[in-house]
């Protein structure tokens, strides 16, 4: 390289993380001799291992153990923990703020860079639902997972130390919105959770619990196949659980979950796991997108019709040279992410060196669900696997994927002990507002509401 790069990365999640990890390796040499540098943008300073969230919030996995800090795996990166308002690509800079923004009393700073890396993920995708803004509740961060935990045990505590059976039927009603994996996943295995925890209730029976799942298509994990789609439907109503398909969340307004099917259910708990949408940064750049909000890419990751810009996963329209059809993408999921990861990262580097760039290419191996414990449901190249084999590859996979030799032993140390020990159901509550017992005991008042900044 001629002259020194300045590589920004936008995202510490899947592709954030995984392209600065492959640009460490690749410009060792550069990055040694000071001909380039790596600013990694990213709003918390760990990447989400988002499909061991599930299992975060059943108890099985710690939740520190699902994350990877950022600063240890990037040791030759620059991470700023902040977040990228807008790109002014034409002029090669981004605003960026921090944590250290509003008590600076300035506002964004602007980040120059040669090379430019869109990795921001996406953001849940809300539908104007009455009540869903109150009462709804998240399940695409480690703190949202964890807080469902604490929600589900604290509504069976409710429910035990109620004389209200109004009270106590909506606290014992769970509501889960979207038939994806996010939605699939979490109700399999909090459910599996809310099951065993049961037994330690005097007065509360896992047939008092009501576990309903609404999807507005006509179908279920549609990864997975149709035939395994159905089987999950017919394995999730054994358990008692109200599949609901062809239905939509009208309204949660009054904690009453109202369904375009006509029925209401008095509930405390609506989890909303339909869908995800591009992130709104995107919007503010002035790079071309697609109808749907992504980037649109060329099949070598580049940002299509401009120069020095790159991006993958969520936030990118990547064309799927395998299908052979145009105007086919590839899926937003993370099988694709970390392989485009790999080739950005090289990309880059051969574009700064001069050197011809790489197609991405990869056909999907198949997919893997779980639905609670010795539970689950796979297509594995053509194949379909139920049951116990499919949630031992589920989590075989998933232990083959997640970084670092550090965090798979201490995941498969924790998938040992819980096969040797009686499953943790302590609800840790109050650690989301953990100053509340000093404040009233120095007279103040609790909160009564989280911080608007979990992460902050």
Known sequence: MKERARILVVGGGYVGMYTALRLQRKLKGELRRGEAEITVVTPAPYMTYQPFLPEAAAGSISPRHVVVPLRRVLGRCRVVVGEAESVDHA??????????????????????????????????RTLPVPGLADHGIGFKTLEEAIGLRNHVIEQMDIASSTRDPALRDAALTFVFVGGGYAGVEALGELE???????????NVDPGDMKWILVEATDRILPEVGEELGRHTVTELRRRNIDVRLGTRLESCAGRVAVLSDGSRFPTRTVVWTAGVRPHPVL????????????????????????????????????????????????????????????????????????????TYAHRSAGSVASLGFHQGVAQVHGRR????????????????????????ARVLAEWTLSGLFKREIVSLGSLEHPRAEFELAAGGIPPQEPPENPKG
Not at 93 to 109: C, D, I, P
Not at 329 to 355: F, K, M, S, T, W
């Open 283 to 358: 919007a503010a750049t002035d790079l071309p997108r697609t109808e749907r909000g992504r980037l649109r890419c060329t099949p070598q990751l580049a940002v299509e019709g401009v120069t020095h810009a790159w991006a993958a996963g969520d936030a990118a329209a990547v064309p799927d040279v395998t299908v052979g059809a145009p105007g086919r993408e590839c899926a937003p999921n993370a099988q694709h992410a970390l392989r485009q990861a790999r080739v950005l990262g090289d990309n880059i580097a051969h574009a700064l060196r001069g050197e011809p760039l790489e």
């Open 91 to 124: 002029h090669r800079t981004a605003a960026v703020t921090t944590l250290a923004t509003e008590e600076e009393g300035r506002g964004a700073h602007r980040v120059g860079y040669d090379e430019l890396v869109l990795a921001p993920g996406s953001v849940s």
């Open 192 to 202: 599996d959770m809310a099951r065993y925890a049961a037994r330690y209730y005097h």
């Open 385 to 408: 696997v139920k049951g116990y084999p499919a949630w031992f590859l589920h989590r075989a996979y998933h232990l083959s994927r997640v970084p670092t030799v550090n965090r798979k």
